[in-house]
């Protein structure tokens, strides 16, 4: 005969982790990776399953927090009253030469911020930041969290 209070234990436990793991199978990178598109060659990855899971798990931690680390550059960074309408004025004349560039402003207490580009690693963000350094010679370059990459 099975003890009451060992199965009362045991069955919430074991219920828990049949849910994570039925909540935690996110998409199958490989198998997207491995999909045909009509008119282009295919690809074929082998490798352990310990590795498949590895990989798809990662790709779920980063969704948890909505994107991946990686890097932006500071362009604007200032404290007072008019610092608001300064912080808009830059991020307006950098997109007016850089449209294509993702800009956001910023409120983190007590400085209005304007960080540009969403780059993966920091020899891009280095890259552009050689670009800008000439109107914005006090740029540099911070790890953040940025979207995901189409």
Same mark, same amino acid.
């Given at each position: 005969m099975v003890d009451k209070t060992a199965l009362?234990?045991?069955f919430p436990v074991l219920m828990?982790?049949?849910g994570n793991l039925h909540a935690q199978t996110p998409p199958d990178v490989f198998t997207l990776l491995e999909s045909k598109t009509p008119g282009q060659g295919s690809v074929s990855i082998k490798q352990d399953a310990d590795i498949r899971n590895m990989v798809n798990l990662h790709l779920m931690q980063q969704r948890k927090i909505n994107g991946i680390w990686g890097f932006k550059i500071s362009i604007y960074r200032g404290s007072g009253q008019?610092?608001?309408?300064d912080a808009?004025?830059?991020r307006s004349q950098f997109l007016s030469k850089n449209e294509t560039v993702?800009? *956001?402003?910023? +409120?983190?207490?007590p400085y209005w911020k304007v960080y540009v580009g969403a780059f993966r690693t920091k020899s891009e963000a280095l890259r552009f930041l050689k670009k800008i *350094?000439?109107? +914005?010679?006090?740029?540099?370059?911070?790890d953040d969290i940025?979207?995901?990459p189409e």
């Open positions: 009362a234990i045991l828990l982790i049949t008019e610092t608001r309408k808009e004025l830059t993702k800009c *956001e402003l910023k +409120y983190e207490y *350094e000439y109107d +914005y010679p006090d740029a540099f370059i911070r940025v979207a995901f």
